[in-house]
């Protein structure tokens, strides 16, 4: 009930007691959901940047939404084209026979998935089983639509669009069936994903028994000499080069960041064994600047 009290020859009506309290007590109770919420919003690396998960997610998407029509360029550029090396060599590791079901994770512009049909398309023709090239299938999944685009576009360029589908998807979350492909493989794609240790799990998830998990990453170079060389190159010209060539600056920025800030050989083979895999192993590449690193879902 409203009170009523005198002041100046005037009645002034007091806020009821009850409502008052409860508006108090409901205000303080949202404040202390909105507080919790924010204390428990993970805190990661957009580079060298602390972010939340939800904002890399979304910087990472924007920095390759820019980048995707000078991507393949710029990495001819930065690597002096030894990544192309780096990628048959991964294909040759993989050794994929005919008949291979094969998911390409953040491989948008297709230079894994091209590499792995040339391959069984080479041993269905020596074998002269070329019915068995049907079989032989590669999805790409990529969280980035533009990404994908141009990978599409360079497979109706090159006439390779047989044997070949293309995905938007979240590493994290796969749209992929469970157990259904024989081998995963992901190439300078993970160190940009938000939660490493969840797109390792969907990884094994999708795997067959017995399917192969291969990743090819940039990594530690263990040598002085060349480490401290390849850390004045990243720093002082990769971003002029991304300038230049792509006119972004701050794209190939967080590229060398996100370098630096990707676990080293060691520590990544921890991460894939912790997802279930065995047999881990990893492969340096050029003193250990890129590294291939392998294991088995049993």
């Given at each position: 009930?409203?009170?009523f ?8 009506m ?7 309290s409860?508006?108090s ?10 507080s919790?919420?924010?204390?428990k ?5 957009f ?13 990472v998407?924007?920095v ?17 084209g ?8 991964f ?7 005919v008949g291979t ?8 512009t297709?230079d894994?998935?091209?590499r792995?049909?040339?391959?069984v ?8 089983q070329?019915?068995?090239m049907?079989d ?5 999944c ?18 390779q ?8 998807g ?6 992929i069936a ?19 240790h969840?797109?390792?799990s ?18 530690e ?20 080069m991304g ?8 794209s ?5 960041e ?41």
């Amino acid at each position: 009930m409203a009170t009523f009290c005198s002041k100046s020859g005037s009645l002034l009506m007091a806020i009821p007691r009850c409502s008052c309290s409860n508006s108090s007590l409901l205000f303080r109770k949202k404040y202390r959901l909105y507080s919790n919420h924010q204390t428990k919003e993970k805190i990661t690396h957009f580079g060298f940047e602390e972010v939340s998960e939800q904002e890399k997610t979304q910087k990472v998407y924007k920095v390759f939404e820019n980048v995707a029509s000078s991507y393949d360029k710029m990495n001819d550029a930065m690597s002096l084209g030894i990544h192309r090396l780096w990628k048959d060599r991964f294909i040759r590791t993989l050794n994929p026979p005919v008949g291979t079901k094969l998911l390409d994770v953040a491989g948008g512009t297709g230079d894994i998935a091209f590499r792995f049909l040339n391959h069984v398309n080479k041993k269905s023709e020596k074998r002269k089983q070329g019915a068995e090239m049907i079989d032989s299938h590669v999805t790409v999944c990529d969280i980035n639509r533009a990404m994908l685009q141009v990978g599409q576009q360079r497979a109706e360029r090159q006439h390779q669009s047989s044997g070949i589908s293309w995905v938007e998807g979240d590493a994290e979350e796969l749209p992929i069936a469970t157990a259904s492909v024989d081998a995963y493989t992901i190439a300078f794609g993970i160190r940009n994903v938000t939660r490493i240790h969840k797109a390792l799990s969907e990884a094994h998830r999708v795997l067959v028994p017995g399917g192969r998990f291969l990743c090819l990453e940039f990594s530690e170079v263990k040598n002085e000499l060349i480490s401290s060389t390849y850390e004045k190159y990243s720093f002082d010209v990769i971003p002029v080069m991304g300038q230049i060539i792509a006119g972004d600056w701050k794209s190939y920025q967080y590229l060398v960041e996100s370098i630096r800030q990707f676990p080293n050989q060691e520590k990544f083979a921890g991460l894939i064994q912790d997802a279930g895999f065995s047999h881990v192993t990893h492969e340096n590449l050029t003193f250990g600047i890129a590294a291939i690193h392998s294991g088995f879902k049993l």
